[in-house]
């Protein structure tokens, strides 16, 4: 791909400054349909393709990605199964979105597809609510899958026993939305930290611009903070075509970032290419 070519949902042109090891993850990414049912209370969004992603991904020197279900589609799974089916089972995983009572034969032909993991956006609230996550782990537990939360950092608070007794692997999207300042002192630091020292919880270092739209780099602390705590339970997302963002930012540039959060290259590379491979089962 020439390096100027223009791609939707991101800024810019140009290729990371930052040199990307073999074998790297986008942990965090969606793909839309503008024509597909948008769920009841759902946020609706134009049309992203995994084509497109694709280009991107060629763009950063990335070669495997992770496929999150979006609340706006609710737990239709089926413009993201398809997606994942077309992307190959090298290359891609999926989380999924789906209800606690969800039937296990159902979800196990979803892991036959290649999805690993749940997710709850609980700052959106569609489809599932904080009630949903103690049943949610239980039935991840049977699976053999992670579950994935979207919260404020009061809500990972306010879930901090729901958290702990977790049966199954907790990934904490977009910095567990930890505050900018003070984060050590805030509840959901201790339950996250708890939770990442002792190898069942993992952070996406992904979405900056969510805890500052203005200025995305302010989150350099939080986040070199998080890599000290657990540099083997980091991870890294592109959160790509950004449907959190109040301006499309230049993922080349947010790339770029990780070189300031995590300065070692080890670290880097870890949270690139071993971290993801460890959780979503990619292999060599």
């Not at 890599?227 to 890294?236: G, K, T």
Request: glycine fraction near 8%; proline fraction near 10%.
């Amino acid at each position: 791909m020439h390096p100027q070519t223009e791609i939707p949902f991101t800024a810019g042109t140009a290729p990371p400054l930052l040199a990307v090891p073999p074998g790297a993850v986008d942990c965090h990414h969606h793909v839309y349909d503008g024509d597909w049912p948008v769920a009841p209370g759902a946020r609706p969004h134009g049309t992203a393709t995994l084509a497109e992603h694709g280009l991107l991904l060629a763009r950063l020197g990335v070669q495997r990605h992770v496929l999150v279900q979006p609340s706006t589609y609710g737990v239709d799974n089926r413009l993201h199964l398809a997606a994942l089916e077309r992307a190959g089972p090298a290359r891609a995983r999926m989380v999924a979105v789906v209800r606690p009572d969800a039937p296990l034969a159902a979800l196990r032909a979803m892991a036959q597809a290649g999805v690993v993991g749940a997710r709850a956006n609980l700052v959106q609230g569609v489809p599932l609510t904080p009630a949903d996550v103690a049943p949610l782990a239980g039935r991840m537990a049977e699976l053999g899958w992670h579950l994935q939360i979207f919260a404020s950092a009061e809500t990972i608070a306010a879930l901090a026993g729901v958290l702990r007794a977790a049966p199954c692997p907790i990934v904490f999207d977009h910095f567990a939305q930890l505050p900018l300042a003070d984060w050590a002192l805030h509840p959901a630091w201790a339950v996250v930290t708890e939770l990442l020292e002792a190898g069942r919880g993992w952070v996406k270092l992904s979405s900056p611009y969510s805890l500052d739209q203005a200025d995305p780099a302010r989150v350099g602390p939080l986040a070199r903070a998080l890599v000290a705590a657990a540099p083997a339970q980091m991870l890294w997302g592109t959160n790509w075509p950004h449907p959190n963002a109040q301006a499309i930012p230049d993922d080349a540039a947010l790339l770029d970032l990780l070189a300031g959060w995590a300065p070692d290259e080890a670290q880097r590379r870890a949270i690139l290419v071993d971290n993801p491979a460890r959780l979503y089962g990619f292999g060599a």
